[in-house]
């Protein structure tokens, strides 16, 4: 099968090549100078480095829905191709028929599941390499979306069973579907209660995971992670208690371990309740959505376009430095009770009473104070997008050491920050890349 996949790229690359040398999608002579192709499981991708006429290609090939492209290739699509700019290069991406694609992936085809990190296997990559996901610095909150049939639920209990196997992860499951997902993995270990569904439920359970992060930072420590995994969470946005308390998980839970897996059939802008809460949402898993707008909220930008994608799995696994199209595992109802080991006996049978008193307005303020220079050089860092290690060997530079517990905290203080400003309409700019000069860093209003 792979075989088809790589000859019949082969073919398409042929076929694109010769056109735009003979003029025939731009009008005149466009030079390629190289074509790589990719089989991935579901679909076949051409990577063209063009040069400088690589614009102009763009503009040709994306041309009515790609009208012009179907013309040069000579089978039938499931779905729409889709050609974008990726770097240096024109990405373009097609389905593969049913009859040459690979839909099922088990999870045990990929070998097992990873220990400690907060990792867990999504999927296989285009290039088939395993793609291992994790909540940490960088990526502690995921977005999960994808429409009915889009493999949405499947994903999220594959990444609940494997959480699950970790002994270091507390995980706690909110459904805004009456359980309709996440009832099948209950009671799977590490579950502290059964799955959250009406409003004083999903208060209760989300109002204990905030007292747990407020505790965590009184304390100054935490052991493990603590997992919230909310599926349908749009369906209870309008519930300000609900929406406020996913805001603070999400703004406030990464320097206390405490991260969200938050899933959605309609990634709409309003979905979130709070603007930052879907800022916040740094990780994704774009499985098939409607449109074009919901592909924005999905995959973070304008492209890829999630809305393209094949459905089953076929999805977009992203995270700040890069970008996937993953065939994602599938796991069934034996796998699920497999991992349940005989049950498990979970912390409450129903869940505390919310109370807003036990989980408070701010993080406590038990600490020393954060300088101006530990501030500035935390700046610098957000707006680079480097992580925390970079943060405190810039500190170590000027003098200065940061400690991890209080370093969690200014990073993502800073992060936070840094994405006011931008909301704002403000720029961090720098005349250089030095570091060593404190004048180099200004805040400026972003008047481009």
Known sequence: MRQRRVALLAQWGHYVVDAARSGALTGRHCPISRVET???????????????????LLKALSRNDCAVLRQFIPWSFPGSPQIFMAGRYLRLEAGWRDDMAESLIRLGELGEHPHGGGRWVAGKSETGATVIPGLNDRTPHFLISGQTGSGKSVALRSAVLQLSADSDNTLVLVDGKAGESLRAVERLPGVVGPV????????????????????RYEAEYHNGRLVVIFDEFQEMAGDVVVADLLRKLAAQGRAAGVHLLAATQHPTVGAFGDASTRRNLVGKVALRVDDADASGVAVGGNTPRADYLLGAGDSY???PSACHRVQLVYVDEQEITAGENGGTSWRFSTWPEFRGEDVGQELP???RSITGDEMGIALVVAANGEGRPAMVERAQGFGIKIGSTFGRRL??????????????GFAICRRSDSVADPTNVRIVANVW
């Open 411 to 424: 990073h993502t203080l800073a992060k936070d920050t840094s994405g006011w400003l931008n909301e704002n």
């Open 365 to 367: 303020s038990k600490r």
């Open 196 to 215: 959250a569904v009406d409003g004083p439920g999903v208060r209760a359970a989300l109002g204990w995971a905030v007292t747990q992060m407020r505790q």
């Open 317 to 319: 696994t992203i995270s």
């Open 38 to 56: 990719i089989a991935g499981p579901r679909a076949g991708a051409l990577e063209i480095f063009a040069g400088l006429e690589a614009g102009r």
